[in-house]
């Protein structure tokens, strides 16, 4: 079996990337791909990890980071459709998200989120709000804008929880 640097490529595989950004840490290209996917909050995956078995939320994730690590400057030119990226992930890596989204945004690439956590609404360019209700009782579009647009929208659920949310 091959050994490199004490480890086989089944325990080096087994290490989460948080382990490997570690063990790695003198490799500077493969340390900063792999400090991307702990910064984006997937620092606990396996590298030997199949993509059958991440979630929807940790795939979006993923692809992102690969948008990260591979894009070239002036190379903004993707629709990014992210479906509540945020799902399970602690305030502090919603942060970090935050922040990618932006980077994104700043190459150039447009991004459609559908999501429910304020933190990234509040941190939006623009809004559509659907509702007013979910399933049949929703669909319709209550309100659009900038969050200072929502907030002022009296028939908007979204306005009235961003309002609040702005406030503290």
């Not at 894009?71 to 935050?98: A, C, M, R, Y």
């Amino acid at each position: 079996s091959c050994v490199v640097n004490d480890f086989s490529i089944d325990q080096i595989l087994n290490k989460t990337i948080s382990e490997a950004e570690i063990y790695f840490k003198d490799e500077i290209d493969i340390k900063n791909k792999l400090q991307i996917l702990t910064n984006i909050g997937l620092g606990y995956l396996k590298l030997g990890q199949g993509l059958n078995t991440l979630s929807g939320g940790e795939a979006q994730r993923l692809k992102i980071a690969k948008e990260l690590i591979q894009s070239k400057k002036g190379d903004g030119n993707k629709l990014f459709l992210l479906d509540e990226p945020t799902t399970g992930l602690h305030f502090e890596d919603i942060k970090v998200l935050i922040e990618l989204f932006n980077k994104l945004a700043n190459k150039g690439h447009s991004l459609m989120i559908i999501e429910h956590d304020l933190n990234v609404i509040a941190n939006a360019d623009w809004i559509i709000d659907m509702g007013p209700e979910g399933g049949d009782r929703g669909g319709k579009v209550i309100a659009e804008g900038r969050p200072e647009d929502i907030i002022k929208c009296k028939n908007s659920y979204t306005g009235q929880y961003l309002k609040s949310f702005l406030e503290i």
